[in-house]
């Protein structure tokens, strides 16, 4: 008997899951342009993350066991560096998490590994079909993971995950968050683990999307505001 088969039984369809992540962040979308909602799904961002990484969990199909191995390894590591930058400032800059973030430990989410995880699984992902050279898919991994902070930052601020001394988020951020995500993107050449997943590029196009709408929003109140 073929375990793998056994476990194939109980896959959702990836045509599903690529609808179900459509219709979450579509829902999000509307949920945070909504004032009388948006304080309930600001609240359910650290779930966002842990959601996204489920779907991918459920939509591998990478064929090595290090991969889980690598998975906590990044957690871990993503992890201890916010922990070190949230209470010492020298990595990222000064900035703070909030209480919307879920459980804490050392001042940092605990969701903030899964953060790492998911954000970095989604980059490798995604550069893999574009160049069979190892430090060239590494770079540009570590590009895409800059990109995204890049939205992220604006969106997370207007969405109260964090705030930042000062009110603006330092060249210092971005510097750190492209050589972290770099040393960790190279775990995976190094450690010759090739990532299957067809649900990486969409989460990672419908992340971007959501955080460009977010900021949108964010835009139009303020000019609403005047």
């Avoid at 961002?45 to 842990?50: A, I, L, N, R």
């Avoid at 066991?65 to 000064?94: A, D």
């Avoid at 800059?146 to 939205?151: E, I, K, M, T």
């Avoid at 997370?156 to 705030?163: D, E, L, V």
Wanted: hydrophobic content about 55%; aromatic content about 14%; charged content about 15%.
């Amino acid at each position: 008997m073929n375990p793998n088969k056994n476990i194939d039984r109980f896959r959702i369809p990836e045509k599903e899951l690529r609808k179900f992540i459509w219709i979450f962040f579509s829902v999000g979308i509307v949920g945070m342009a909504i004032p009388w909602t948006r304080e309930i799904f600001i609240r359910l961002v650290p779930v966002t993350f842990v959601v996204c990484l489920v779907i991918l969990g459920m939509a591998d199909h990478t064929q090595n066991r290090k991969l889980f191995w690598l998975s906590g390894v990044i957690f871990i590591v993503g992890y201890l560096v916010e922990v070190i930058g949230v209470n010492t400032g020298i990595l990222f800059g000064h900035y703070g998490y909030s209480l919307h973030m879920g459980p804490a430990l050392m001042g940092t989410p605990l969701v903030m590994g899964i953060s790492w995880l998911m954000l970095l699984y989604l980059s490798v992902t995604v550069v893999q079909p574009v160049s069979e050279n190892p430090a060239i898919r590494t770079l540009m991994a570590a590009v895409l993971m800059v990109v995204l902070d890049f939205l992220l930052e604006p969106a997370a601020i207007w969405m109260k995950m964090w705030r930042w001394e000062g009110g603006h988020v330092p060249f210092t951020n971005y510097l750190t968050w492209f050589f972290v995500s770099l040393v960790l993107a190279t775990l995976f050449p190094l450690f010759r683990v090739t990532i299957k997943n067809r649900l990486a590029l969409p989460l990672y196009i419908a992340q971007m999307i959501f955080f460009l709408m977010i900021i949108a929003i964010s835009a139009v109140e303020r000019l609403i505001k005047g």
